[in-house]
């Protein structure tokens, strides 16, 4: 089920523009961890968030706007798509942790 009344909160919405434009380049682990989050989600609730996007092309706004939303609006109804939920949240602080470090270190403070 999904919820149709969502209004993003003002920490969502600075998420969001603090998320590279670009795809975002992360490690082999973090790049599994983020992935699997998305495909979890896509399988259990029958989605698809990129269709024929290849996960490195995936622009990092736009992934972590559609890990917010659906995030807010999913609802689970079966234990596997609980399980898939319950990632957005560590995956959306993993992406705002690397969005931030970008940010700092385009600002010259991540030498």
């Avoid at 009344?5 to 998420?15: N, T, W």
């Avoid at 290849?54 to 609006?73: D, K, S, Y």
């Amino acid at each position: 089920m999904v919820k149709t009344d969502y209004i993003p909160e003002l920490s969502e919405v600075r998420m969001e523009r603090r998320a590279p434009e670009g795809p975002y380049t992360l490690d082999a682990d973090d790049r599994a961890y983020i992935e699997g989050c998305l495909r979890q989600v896509e399988a259990a609730f029958g989605t698809q968030g990129f269709p024929g996007m290849p996960f490195e092309a995936i622009p990092g706004r736009a992934l972590m706007r559609r890990f917010i939303v659906w995030w807010r609006t999913l609802e689970p109804e079966t234990e596997a798509q609980g399980e898939a939920h319950a990632q957005l949240p560590g995956a959306i602080r993993l992406l705002d942790t690397v969005s931030s470090y970008l940010e700092e270190k385009a600002r010259g403070g991540g030498r």
